[in-house]
């Protein structure tokens, strides 16, 4: 990010930046592949001091790579997004990886599940994603969790839209959801969550899960949603009682005019570092 000014070499950072501008099949607003761009300008304004963790994070050493290229098909572009954290997963920094659309979290989730046998994925998001296909394809961001769903435990939390043909896979298998206007009440939430979750955790956060108030720019906005604090509440006690190996942080789009989304999206990834260095 434009956060660090030393100790950026990756070998030697606690965090490492992944920007993944991937913006292919978009069902209603565009806007995602300027996302992680726009994440990265705006992260050079949020505080070196957070004002939460009471010191500056960045000296812990903050990676940031160059954006993925994401020219070509799907199937190539997944490919080569599957080998960036393959190469990503051998050194010590977690990653975070920033898009462009959900479906990314699919072949970045695979090399995790490979090396983690413990692994299960917190999804936080307004849209359950667990469709098989959707426009004829199962690479849609309405897919996005189904391919790890069928191997790894997946605990979904904001979720406030299901589609007719994708119910039936909420509550079911290896998928925990909770419904967002069933569990209103955040400090019931937060244990029932970590309970579902194993020890060894995938953060994928789809910014959608967040109330629009908070991330007014994102393909297709769902009212009701967390908090800026619900949500720090949530994440602050998943990463402090479990080992996370990777988040990525999707569907982030921008707006003209209005900068809300993409600094408050510099400001969590640069919180969410500030909660993980709190375990060291
Ligand atoms: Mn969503």
Redo the contacts with the bound molecule.
């Keep these: 990010m434009g956060l660090e000014r030393k100790n950026n070499s990756l070998p030697l950072c606690n965090y490492a930046v992944i920007p993944i501008p991937f913006e292919k099949t978009v069902s209603y607003g565009h806007g995602t592949s300027r996302g992680p761009a726009a994440v990265l300008e705006a992260s050079t304004q949020v505080e070196l001091w957070d004002e939460e963790i009471k010191r500056e994070i960045w000296e812990d050493g903050i990676f940031t790579s160059a954006a993925v290229n994401c020219k070509g098909t799907t199937e190539a572009v997944f490919e080569r997004i599957e080998n960036t954290a393959r190469e990503i997963i051998k050194y010590k920094a977690v990653p975070f990886y920033v898009g462009g659309e959900?479906s990314l979290t699919q072949p970045l989730v695979k090399p995790y599940i490979e090396k983690y046998p413990d692994l299960s994925i917190l999804h936080f998001?307004?849209?359950a994603?667990l469709r098989a296909e959707y426009d004829g394809t199962p690479f849609s961001?309405a897919c996005?969790l189904y391919p790890a769903s069928r191997r790894v435990p997946v605990v979904q939390a904001g979720i406030r839209?299901v589609g007719s043909d994708e119910y039936q896979n909420i509550n079911a298998g290896k998928v925990k959801t909770f419904l967002m206007h069933e569990n209103r009440d955040i400090k019931k939430l937060i244990p029932q969550v970590l309970k579902s979750l194993t020890g060894t955790v995938y953060m994928t956060l789809?910014v959608?899960?967040f109330d629009p108030s908070v991330i007014p720019a994102?393909?297709?906005p769902?009212p009701g949603g967390f908090s800026w604090y619900e949500a720090l509440d949530l994440l602050r006690a998943v990463i402090e009682n479990k080992k996370i190996v990777a988040v990525d942080i999707?569907?982030t789009a921008t707006k003209k005019d209005d900068h809300t989304t993409e600094m408050n999206v510099a400001k969590l990834i640069y919180r969410l570092m500030g909660y993980l260095s709190l375990k060291k």
């Design positions: 959900h998001d307004a849209h994603d961001h996005a839209s789809d959608d899960g994102t393909g297709t769902q999707m569907e």
